[in-house]
Nanobody
């Protein structure tokens, strides 16, 4: 089964940058869409960005368009979230996950629950 491990979070001042990594293993990913999600205290987990593993198509939540970039390294089965111009409202625990049937755009409205979530990586943006 697919295993995903997030890393790269930290504390940064508003306007700064971070790059998150998600290392994937345990499967073949040709038909998968990989995604980043985040959850702030007291809020529901929400969609951030997604990328098609094979074709490279991407889709972003409106709140991060123009600031965040999702990318992938097929050889190392790792995908990334480059976060620039960070804002305090970006503060959250960030998680990655993978879906074998969704497209990047449909990841935002996906209703079927993921089987599991990892520990996530904390991103804190100070004002």
């Amino acid at each position: 089964q697919v295993q995903l491990v997030e890393s790269g979070g930290g504390l940064v001042q508003a306007g700064g940058s971070l790059r998150l990594s998600c290392a994937a293993s345990g499967g073949t990913f040709s038909s998968y869409t990989m995604g980043w999600f985040r959850q702030a205290p007291g809020k529901e987990r929400g969609f951030v960005a997604a990328i098609s593993w094979s074709g490279g198509s991407t889709y972003y939540a409106d709140s991060v368009k123009g600031r965040f970039t999702i990318s992938k390294d097929n050889a190392n089965t790792t995908f990334y979230l480059q976060m620039n111009t960070l804002k305090p409202e970006d503060t959250a625990v960030y998680y990655c996950n993978a879906d074998p049937v969704s497209s990047p755009i449909t990841m935002e409205t996906r209703t079927h629950p993921f089987a599991s979530w990892g520990q996530g990586t904390q991103v804190t943006v100070s004002s």
